[in-house]
């Protein structure tokens, strides 16, 4: 557990463990509640078999979140017949402070949860209030449509707006894991899902199940039931040959497609099968955008905001999730001994400190152009604010609606991968001078699907995108690293041409366009 200063540290961890507080209201409520969700959940079909599990923290509003006590279900019984005196209490670092007594045969030995490790990961990393385990029959099969994809992705479906930071028109991505014969050896590749994907309120673990967690049992729980409702959705839409991964919904390609309903009198919304190319990846900056725009608009007013909008919101639990991953980025940046980057005070801290430290690391960020996950994400909540204060209108170069509109019309599935979050990229194509564009996008990727030039990012991109061989996409950037990663990916690659762009190499061995026209 992260420290947080000497003597308030020592007193804390002896408020938790005090026997008052491990025997009293708040830790006998805990107890109650768990075995309550779990006769419910088994119900839902989610712990039967003795599987999945439930953990909440003892609620004790004196203390801080961080700070309070976890009550666990155990392992190997029947979830439907626990009771209160059958749970684990931990403390916030995960020791065991009090254990079940054992019952007579048939019943096994007590033994806390196999899943303990993983969600000490969720509490300890996304200062989770309560995680949920589940082994749902929709969350197996829906890691099953797409073998190889590393994430599942659906778009446009009401429950969507269930889930932590999402709307209607969002695209929900959930990374997927891949399951291992013991689970807790699962620990350390769900810790890094939860590292890649700083929105994500949940990760998928292939052929096994979910976990979900939220900032009380309440959010968890509402969360774990429309993750479980679009999960299910998705198998159902599959079985019909419609795509949930698209806004529009139409039929799906054949590369996705179950094969009872492949039929030549379906009318395919996406490419034929037998077009070269099923889907078109954009670029932003330099290739939809020009790079001044970026440059001069986009970063000066994220720049000049940074103090505002922390100011302004700095008790919100967006921005607290903001400050924490860039006090992750920040740690690791001074131990690598990056120029420009400071210490950030502890949260109990005077505001104005931490302000001041945050604003100091995001400057240098922002000037150096860092490709990182938790300075886009920032920006991209400024840029929010821009944006619905029309502050802000997102420029693209003229040709660019009327190629998306033709690819649309034509069948192309059009996506956008940009080291911009995919909120910003939402952000500037949805507040254009031509109009509202992301009608015409199916998708959206940024630095959490990986480096733009790392040519596994474009392998990860393929498998999300159903198609049958990486040489139905076309990839098109102004970037000649890009350009080399994703047609060593396997991707057809196109160099944009703009105003502004960095020259290229001579003898560079690509194809070159100066307006999407001439494709």
């Not at 768990?34 to 712990?47: D, K, N, S, T």
């Not at 099953?144 to 930071?165: C, N, S, V, W, Y």
Request: charged share 25%; net charge negative; glycine share 8%.
């Amino acid at each position: 557990m992260a420290c947080c200063g000497g003597g308030r540290e020592e007193a804390a961890a002896a408020a938790t463990e005090s026997a008052a507080y491990l025997e009293g209201e708040a830790v006998r409520e805990a107890r109650e509640l768990v075995a309550e969700l779990c006769r419910h959940f088994y119900g839902q079909g989610w712990v039967t078999g003795t599987g999945g599990s439930i953990t909440v923290k003892a609620n004790d509003p004196a203390l801080p979140l961080a700070h309070q006590l976890i009550v666990m279900s155990p392992s190997g019984v029947q979830k439907e017949r626990m009771v209160a005196e059958d749970m684990y209490v931990l403390s916030a670092d995960g020791k065991v402070l009090s254990s079940p007594v054992s019952k007579p045969w048939p019943h096994k030995p007590p033994k806390c949860t196999d899943c303990a490790p993983l969600f000490m990961k969720a509490y300890l990393m996304r200062g989770a209030g309560a995680v949920i385990h589940s082994h749902g029959m929709e969350t197996c099969i829906a890691t099953m449509l797409d073998p190889g994809a590393k994430e599942f992705r659906i778009t446009h479906m009401e429950m969507i707006k269930g889930i932590k930071g999402h709307g209607y028109r969002d695209e929900l991505v959930v990374p997927i894991i891949e399951n291992t014969p013991y689970e807790y050896e699962l620990t350390d590749s769900l810790a890094e899902a939860i590292a890649a994907y700083p929105k994500a309120t949940a990760v998928l673990v292939r052929n096994h199940g979910i976990y979900v967690w939220g900032d009380s049992w309440i959010n968890a729980k509402t969360q774990a039931e429309c993750y479980h409702y679009l999960f299910d959705a998705a198998i159902k839409l599959y079985q019909l040959g419609i795509d949930w991964t698209t806004p529009e919904h139409g039929p799906i390609n054949s590369a996705k497609r179950p094969r009872s309903v492949l039929s030549s009198t379906i009318p395919n919304g996406c490419a034929d099968a037998k077009s070269s190319k099923h889907c078109v990846v954009l670029d932003i900056e330099g290739t939809t955008t020009p790079i001044s725009f970026v440059t001069d608009v986009m970063f000066p007013y994220a720049r000049d905001n940074v103090r505002k909008h922390l100011t302004s919101t700095y008790s919100s639990d967006e921005t607290k999730e903001d400050i924490k991953l860039l006090r992750i980025q920040v740690e690791e940046d001074l131990k690598n001994g990056i120029v420009g980057s400071v210490p950030i005070p502890p949260d109990d801290a005077d505001k104005e400190e931490v302000i001041n430290a945050l604003v100091a690391n995001v400057d240098s960020m922002i000037k150096a152009d860092r490709k990182i996950t938790s300075l886009k994400q920032l920006q991209g909540h400024i840029w929010r604010t821009g944006f619905e204060s029309k502050e802000l209108q997102g420029v693209v170069f003229y040709d660019v609606p009327e190629a998306l509109k033709h690819w649309h019309a034509s069948g192309m599935k059009v996506y956008i991968y940009s080291s911009g979050s995919r909120e910003a990229q939402r952000l500037l194509f949805g507040n254009t001078a031509y109009g509202d564009l992301r009608q015409y996008l199916c998708g959206f990727f940024d630095t959490t699907t990986g480096n733009k030039r790392e040519t596994r990012s474009y392998f990860e991109i393929s498998q999300s995108l159903g198609v049958d061989s990486p040489a139905q996409i076309l990839f098109i950037t102004d970037v000649f690293q890009e350009a080399v990663a994703a047609k060593s990916a396997g991707f057809e690659v196109i160099i944009s041409i703009r105003p502004g762009n960095a020259p290229l190499p001579e003898n560079h061995g690509f194809r070159t366009i100066k307006s999407f026209s001439e494709i």
